[in-house]
C-alpha cells in the first residue's frame, strides 16, 4: 500500500496483493501435487467472438500458468448450438481430470445463460454463480464456492485495515457476479449493508453515510469524489473506457482520494485479484472434490 502523493488516501494496491495471493498459492499447488500425484485443472470455455472476452480468457489461462494449474481452453465457433455446449459442460462435468469449469460471459444469443451456468457440477463451478452456491452464500455459508470478485473485494477492504463489523457499507449494483454476492459477504462480517442501483433515490447522500463503499456499477466515473464520506473505504469494480480509450473506474478517482481514507485505482485494484480469485476457487474445487 502506497500514500498517495496528492490527496489523503492510501491507494490499496491489487496488482501487488494478487501477486502475493498467487505466491502463496503456488505452494499449496505444489503441496496438493506431492499429496495426490495430480495438478488442480481449471477448464475455461470461451463460446463468443467478444475481444474483451478473449483477452480476459488469455489472461486467467497465464495466472494459472505462474501457479502452477494446469489449464485448458475450449474456443467454440460462436454458432454453436445450446445443445453442443450443455453437451460439453456435461461431458468436462464427468470428467473425474477437470476440478473446475468457467464459461465466459457473455454468451452469443442462442444459448440460455441461466440454464448453462446451471448445468455445471456446483463442486467444479469456480465462477460461484450456481444456485447451489450462490444459495449456500445467502444463508451465510461461504463453504461452497463464492464468487471470485466479491472475495477479492473482501481482502482489498481487509488491505486497507479497515474493519468491517458494525459499519455502515453500501454496494451499488445488484448483479449476480458482483452486487448481490458482494453484499452477502459484508452482511457475514456484521457490516450494516445497503444495496443501492440505477432506481435508487437520492445516491449522494447514501454515498455520503457509508463508511465502505463498493461502486459496481458500470458507469464511467459516476460516483463524484465530492459524494464520498471523509475516511471511507472505496473499492471500484467498474471497467470502463474513457474517450481517449483509457481503462477508468465508476468511481472519479483523482477527486475521490482527496477525501477517501483509502481506495482502489482502476487498473491495478479489484481486477487482477478476481483472477487471483479465480485460482483460489479451482485450488478449493480441487481440495473439495479429491481431498487434500
Ligand atoms: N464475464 C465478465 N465477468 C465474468 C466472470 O466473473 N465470470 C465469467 N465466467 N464471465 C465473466
Request: glycine share 10%; hydrophobic share 40%.
Given at each position: 500500500m502506497t500514500r498517495a502523493m496528492s490527496g489523503g488516501a492510501k491507494i490499496i494496491d491489487g496488482k501487488a496483493l494478487a501477486g502475493r495471493v498467487r505466491t502463496a498459492l503456488k505452494d499449496r499447488v505444489q503441496a496438493f501435487e506431492k499429496a495426490r500425484g495430480t495438478t488442480p485443472h481449471l477448464v475455461v470455455v470461451l463460446a463468443s467472438e467478444d475481444p474483451a472476452s478473449a483477452v480476459y480468457v488469455r489472461n486467467k489461462g497465464k495466472a494459472c500458468e505462474e501457479v502452477g494449474i494446469r489449464s485448458t481452453q475450449h474456443k467454440l465457433a460462436p454458432t454453436t448450438s445450446a445443445k453442443d455446449l450443455l453437451d460439453l459442460i456435461d461431458k468436462l462435468n464427468r470428467d473425474?481430470?477437470?476440478d473446475g469449469i468457467l464459461i465466459q460471459l457473455?454468451?452469443?444469443?442462442?444459448?440460455d445463460e441461466k440454464r448453462v451456468l446451471h448445468a455445471i457440477d456446483p463442486r467444479k463451478d469456480v465462477d460461484g454463480f450456481h444456485p447451489v452456491n450462490a444459495g449456500m452464500l445467502a444463508r451465510g455459508d461461504e463453504s461452497g464456492l463464492v464468487a471470485c470478485t466479491p472475495q477479492g473485494c473482501i481482502r482489498l477492504i481487509e488491505e486497507a485495515g479497515t474493519?468491517?463489523?458494525?459499519k455502515r457499507a453500501l454496494v451499488i449494483g445488484r448483479s449476480n457476479i458482483v452486487g448481490r454476492p458482494m453484499a452477502e459477504l459484508l452482511l457475514n462480517r456484521s457490516a450494516t449493508v445497503s444495496i443501492a442501483h440505477?432506481?435508487?433515490?437520492e445516491l449522494p447522500e447514501r454515498v455520503r453515510e457509508s463508511d465502505i463503499l463498493i461502486a459496481a456499477?458500470?458507469?464511467?466515473?459516476?460516483?463524484?469524489?465530492?459524494w464520498i464520506k471523509p475516511g471511507a473505504t472505496v473499492i471500484d469494480v467498474g471497467m470502463n473506457k474513457n474517450a481517449e480509450g483509457k481503462l477508468k473506474g465508476d468511481v472519479a478517482f483523482h477527486a475521490a482520494r482527496e477525501i477517501a481514507g483509502a481506495i482502489t485505482p482502476v487498473?491495478?485494484?479489484v481486477g487482477p485479484m478476481t483472477i487471483a480469485y479465480l485460482l483460489e476457487n479451482t485450488m478449493k474445487a480441487a481440495i473439495t472434490r479429491r481431498g487434500a
Amino acid at each position: 500500500m502506497t500514500r498517495a502523493m496528492s490527496g489523503g488516501a492510501k491507494i490499496i494496491d491489487g496488482k501487488a496483493l494478487a501477486g502475493r495471493v498467487r505466491t502463496a498459492l503456488k505452494d499449496r499447488v505444489q503441496a496438493f501435487e506431492k499429496a495426490r500425484g495430480t495438478t488442480p485443472h481449471l477448464v475455461v470455455v470461451l463460446a463468443s467472438e467478444d475481444p474483451a472476452s478473449a483477452v480476459y480468457v488469455r489472461n486467467k489461462g497465464k495466472a494459472c500458468e505462474e501457479v502452477g494449474i494446469r489449464s485448458t481452453q475450449h474456443k467454440l465457433a460462436p454458432t454453436t448450438s445450446a445443445k453442443d455446449l450443455l453437451d460439453l459442460i456435461d461431458k468436462l462435468n464427468r470428467d473425474e481430470d477437470v476440478d473446475g469449469i468457467l464459461i465466459q460471459l457473455p454468451l452469443p444469443k442462442q444459448h440460455d445463460e441461466k440454464r448453462v451456468l446451471h448445468a455445471i457440477d456446483p463442486r467444479k463451478d469456480v465462477d460461484g454463480f450456481h444456485p447451489v452456491n450462490a444459495g449456500m452464500l445467502a444463508r451465510g455459508d461461504e463453504s461452497g464456492l463464492v464468487a471470485c470478485t466479491p472475495q477479492g473485494c473482501i481482502r482489498l477492504i481487509e488491505e486497507a485495515g479497515t474493519s468491517i463489523e458494525g459499519k455502515r457499507a453500501l454496494v451499488i449494483g445488484r448483479s449476480n457476479i458482483v452486487g448481490r454476492p458482494m453484499a452477502e459477504l459484508l452482511l457475514n462480517r456484521s457490516a450494516t449493508v445497503s444495496i443501492a442501483h440505477s432506481r435508487t433515490k437520492e445516491l449522494p447522500e447514501r454515498v455520503r453515510e457509508s463508511d465502505i463503499l463498493i461502486a459496481a456499477i458500470g458507469k464511467l466515473e459516476m460516483v463524484k469524489g465530492s459524494w464520498i464520506k471523509p475516511g471511507a473505504t472505496v473499492i471500484d469494480v467498474g471497467m470502463n473506457k474513457n474517450a481517449e480509450g483509457k481503462l477508468k473506474g465508476d468511481v472519479a478517482f483523482h477527486a475521490a482520494r482527496e477525501i477517501a481514507g483509502a481506495i482502489t485505482p482502476v487498473p491495478g485494484g479489484v481486477g487482477p485479484m478476481t483472477i487471483a480469485y479465480l485460482l483460489e476457487n479451482t485450488m478449493k474445487a480441487a481440495i473439495t472434490r479429491r481431498g487434500a
